[in-house]
């Protein structure tokens, strides 16, 4: 899997674009300058750089040194510290009550049982009121072929969502059909599920 992954960080453009996922910086509202905030799987850093550029204080986590040592590059390029760990996300520290937010954005590398594992940590890597912002494909992705897993089972609904999630607040939730191009990686008509949910005090 991390050979994968090298492989496609491997060339000298970003596979997925430098601009960050277009339904994260919609929620920029959401967040205040200074606050603590994750990026899950971040790869080649265009989340967790421009989360750092909106002045917040950011650890980004990811298990391919290559993509991690693009990510670096991109924050110097923008004059911005974002704290890079190179870890497997089943074996890293997340810690408790760490953060105010985590970006989750296309983190489908993982089947039903494991994914409810990572929702777990997540949870309790939240502060209480923390948010967790999220956007995942659906399975209709599968015809569109733009980008994402080819595995159904590694693929979202609003329902399965709402489910796994559900000891959270759901505060925003919505599946949609939209065009994006998110560099190479991400290109063209897509399947789309969006979530904000908050843990609860």
């Not at 277009?22 to 606050?35: E, N, T, V, Y």
């Not at 009550?97 to 890597?125: S, T, Y």
Request: a negative charge; aromatic letters at 10%.
């Amino acid at each position: 899997m991390k050979e994968f992954w090298n492989q496609r960080y491997s060339g000298d453009e970003f596979f997925y674009g430098t601009a960050p996922n277009a339904f994260l910086a919609s929620q920029l509202h959401r967040f205040k300058p200074g606050q603590t905030v994750l990026a899950v799987a971040d790869g080649e850093g265009r989340n967790g750089v421009w989360l750092a550029r909106q002045g917040l204080d950011v650890t980004a986590v990811d298990f391919s040194p290559l993509a991690v040592e693009k990510a670096q590059r991109l924050a110097g390029q923008y004059g911005v510290t974002v704290r890079h760990e190179i870890s497997d996300l089943f074996a890293w520290s997340w810690g408790e009550n760490r953060f105010d937010a985590i970006a989750a954005i296309f983190i489908q590398f993982v089947g039903p049982e494991q994914r409810r594992i990572l929702n777990g940590l997540m949870l309790r890597a939240l502060k209480p009121g923390g948010l967790l912002i999220l956007q995942g494909y659906r399975p209709k992705q599968l015809e569109y072929k733009t980008g994402g897993p080819s595995r159904v089972e590694n693929l979202y609904t609003a329902e399965t969502l709402r489910e796994e999630l559900s000891a959270m607040e759901i505060l925003h939730l919505a599946e949609h059909d939209d065009e994006i191009c998110e560099g190479e990686g991400h290109c063209g008509m897509s399947a789309l599920v969006d979530l904000v949910a908050r843990k609860y005090f």
